[in-house]
Nanobody, 120 residues
């Protein structure tokens, strides 16, 4: 229903910044809730930030005040601005899109992931 492609990852020093982008295609972007998840080696995938179709946001406690999620419906793109990066932010970051059917069933779609490495 929707295809997601992440970009913007890379290597950055502690305290630095990165902006991740997720470009969506194949469906009506504005109706989807969007999120960024991350997965570090040996750990479970965890929610980092989410933004609803109406624009409300939620963040993991570990990134509050440092990360900002936003969306540009005209460009079918969601962003994650990451500031004051820490080594523990190192992970593969995945873009997620979620929708609910007319019967209340939830469907999730995932991008391929982009590596973020925070190291000196």
């Amino acid at each position: 229903q929707v295809q997601l492609v992440e970009s913007g990852g890379g290597l950055v020093q502690p305290g630095g910044s990165l902006r991740l982008s997720c470009a969506a295609s194949g469906s009506i972007f504005s109706i989807y809730a969007m999120g960024w998840y991350r997965q570090a080696p040996g750990k479970q995938r965890e929610l980092v930030a989410a933004i609803s179709s109406g624009g409300s946001t939620n963040y993991a406690d570990s990134v509050k005040g440092r990360f900002t999620i936003s969306r540009d419906n005209a460009k079918n793109t969601v962003y994650l601005q990451m500031n004051s990066l820490k080594p523990e932010d190192t992970a593969v970051y995945y873009c997620n899109a979620a929708r609910y059917s007319d019967y209340g069933l939830r469907y999730d779609y995932w991008g391929q992931g982009t590596q973020v490495t925070v190291s000196s």
